[in-house]
């Protein structure tokens, strides 16, 4: 069994920057492809970066340029630089384990508690 543990979020301005983490434990890490989604209130939760087990990763046209998915396969660990925040942006955000299949992410439905990321105007 996959247990995920998301941590980073907080409260900041617009234009300011935050670092999520997702520690994972249970399964070998490195044998999954991870992402990172989001739910804002009222909104249907939306995939917002993904990277496989090699590295390459793909992100939401609203991230585009902004946040930066990593991973640190030695420490069993995920990360999501986010940078240039915006309101829209305000949500919990949610880590993830899946696999790529013909270039889509398809989740394996293990979630963590959530991290909240509210950013002001």
């Known amino acids: 069994q996959v247990q995920l543990v998301e941590s980073g979020g907080g409260s900041v301005q617009a234009g300011g920057s935050l670092r999520l983490s997702c520690a994972q434990s249970g399964r070998t890490f490195s044998t999954y492809a991870m992402a990172w989604y989001r739910q804002a209130p009222a909104k249907q939760r939306e995939l917002v970066a993904t990277?496989?087990?090699?590295?390459?990763?793909t992100y939401a046209d609203s991230v585009k340029g902004r946040f930066t998915i990593s991973r640190d396969n030695a420490n069993n660990t995920m990360y999501l630089q986010m940078n240039s925040l915006k309101p829209e942006d305000t949500a919990v955000y949610y880590c993830n384990v899946g696999q790529v299949s013909a270039g889509n992410y398809k989740s394996f439905g293990v979630w963590g508690q959530g991290t909240l990321v509210t950013v002001s105007s």
């Open positions: 990277i496989t087990l090699g590295g390459s990763t």
